[in-house]
Each structure stands twice: as C-alpha cells, then as structure tokens.
C-alpha cells in the first residue's frame, strides 16, 4: 500500500491547497485563543471506535465537543465529527505533516464541520491535528483506545471505548501553540475545504502500542501498515501562528 492508497481523488494531483505540509516558518499573528469544549472531558455516553477498513476512526453521537475562536471565522461554531488516525511504515515517518523536515511517530485528526455557512464558503472544514513522538515507555493514558483495537482488527467492526478515553487530549491541546494554514483534506479527493490547526506539542506513544495500528485489517484483506500521504508543494500560502502571550 503505497502513499497513493490514502488519496487517488480529484483534487489530489491538480489542487494547489493541499495537505499534509511540511512546516518550515510561521507568520505570527494576533489570534484569540483557540476555544475547545469537551474534547477530552467524560462522556457518560462513551464513544465508538471503528475499523473503517483504512484506519481507526472514533464516533460521536449527541453532544458532540465544539471548537471556536482561534484562527476560526469569527462567531462561528465548528463541531467535532470523527476522529482518526494516520501512521506510516516506519515509526519515524508515521505523521503526515513535518515541521522543520521532522515527521511525527503518528497523526491523529479531530475533522469537525462548520454548524452553519452560507453557499459559497470554502473552509467548511476545521481538522485539528495532533502529532506523536516516539517513547520507549507505554503512554497509558492512550491504553483505552490502543487495547481495543485487538477488538477491531477485522475491517467493518466496532467497539466502545469508555468515557475517559480521550483524557490525553488535556496534555497537547492548547489556545496559542498551533499552526494555522489553508489545506485540503489528505484522502478522498483532497477537498481543499479544511482550515488546519496544527498543534505544537506531541504527544508520547510507544512502538509498541503503533504496532497495534499496523495489526488492523484493511478492505483488501491485508494489515493496514500504512495509512498517510506525502507532504505537499506550499504554493505561496502564509502559514500563521498565534504570538504567545505571557502568563497570568
Ligand atoms: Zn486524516
């Protein structure tokens, strides 16, 4: 499964916006903090993980976090739909953005869908993306998602996870530390319909707990080994990031 697998769509060899990037300077800028509500709080409900037959997705279902403020259109809503993860063949290459050339050990992606937008708006789409760094220890606040993909390994199958499992979120999401740029989605047909926010800070997994992604069964019957693109031309686009301000 080459890096053609994850996007062979429309615009995926002709757009000018795509994504992943390779992120090599920031413009920075004056941007309220980015607001997140309930991303990594108990949900009494808990949440679904999915073998999609390409990666490893999480549901929600009512009461879904939202996102505002930030690099986001002012008074506007956007709410989490799914997230999903990437990971490469290699732990050193398992992210699909780079910054200063550096790859993560994976990437997950939090795609949430703007609430309202007049016809004619492009950036429907906000993903906020989160990169790994590889450690030797087991990070077990991620263990509520990894142990149960042994229960997803077939492709098509679901299980729940529990209502804690996205506590580690608590430990990377932040209002000012991000990347901010105009991309496109990195499967399907590479939409260039998404405003990136790309965090700073990593969060630790282990080999091991990778490996437990590339044992996941894909549509064509074999171990998903990899599930990425290669970054993309930048094209003249700005990326932004938001002067940090001092602590209180
Ligand atoms: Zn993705």
Known sequence: MGPGFAATGLFCNNGSHQSPIDIDSCIRSNIPPLRTTGHSRIRPEGFTIMNTGSTAQINYRGNEPTMSGGPLPRGS????????????????KGSEHAVHGKYGAMEAHFVHRKRSYPDLETLIYSILQLNYQEQERNNTKLDPIVTKLAEIRAAKTLARIDADALFWLNDALSP????????????GDC???VNWIVMKKRVGISATQIAEFRKLIGKDGMAITEYRREVQDLNNRKIKCPRVFPMV
């Open 176 to 187: 000012f530390r991000y990347y901010n740029y105009p991309g496109s989605l990195t499967t």
């Open 191 to 193: 939409n260039e319909v």
């Open 77 to 92: 809503t956007y709410v989490l739909v799914q997230a999903h993860f990437h990971w490469g063949e290699s732990d050193a």
